[in-house]
């Protein structure tokens, strides 16, 4: 909701009928909400009532504050199960910083995961290779893999055809597969 802005001989005034009476400044107030929830808050407090070429300040700074709203706790139950399928590239272009991001990668990933999702890994150098096969994500499935992930190292060249088709395998070989099934690549 913003508040009303009156113009008047070239000046512009701006008037808050619910403006704290300890607060020296104006506000403008708004809020944008997603699905009937406000997800943002908007406060923006012009350092000056007035501004405008025959006013006192014919221009003013503008504070800004955006608030969002809480994420709630652990509320899994706003989306669907997942099952996905990494096909991770370790072929020797992929040595250094390029696979410790994607081992960050992974391991983020991972930790965004809920026990409902399942996860799997396949990697390829010379060879497509199950390094994980794909699991439900309980606590210790999780730690299982991320030690797996940490693990891993380069070798070969890069043989793209044979990891992602194992990867498609491995999805096809889920029984009762979730909802939303998805292949991840990862590669230079």
Do not use: W, Y
């Not at 006013?55 to 669907?80: G, I, K, N, W, Y």
């Amino acid at each position: 909701m913003f508040r009303s802005i009156v113009k008047t001989n070239s000046n512009i005034s701006l008037n808050d009928d619910c403006s704290d009476s300890t607060e020296s400044f104006v506000s403008v107030v708004d809020s944008i909400k997603i699905a009937n929830e406000t997800s943002l808050d908007l406060k923006i407090t012009p350092r000056h009532d007035t501004i405008g070429l025959e006013a006192e300040h014919v221009e003013t700074h503008f504070c800004a504050t955006v608030t969002a709203r809480d994420l709630p706790e652990d509320d899994d139950s706003t989306r669907a199960s997942v099952d996905i399928v990494v096909a991770l590239d370790i072929s020797g272009s992929m040595s250094g910083k390029k696979l410790e991001l994607c081992k960050e990668t992974l391991t983020l990933l991972l930790r965004e995961l809920s026990s409902r999702d399942r996860f799997g890994l396949v990697t390829f150098g010379d060879e497509g290779k199950i390094q994980i096969p794909s699991k439900n994500l309980t606590k210790h499935n999780k730690e299982s893999a991320v030690a797996n992930i940490k693990s891993i190292q380069t070798n070969g060249c890069t043989n793209l055809s044979g990891g992602i088709g194992l990867a498609a395998q491995e999805l096809q070989s889920i029984e009762s597969p979730n909802e939303v099934q998805t292949i991840f690549l990862l590669t230079d």
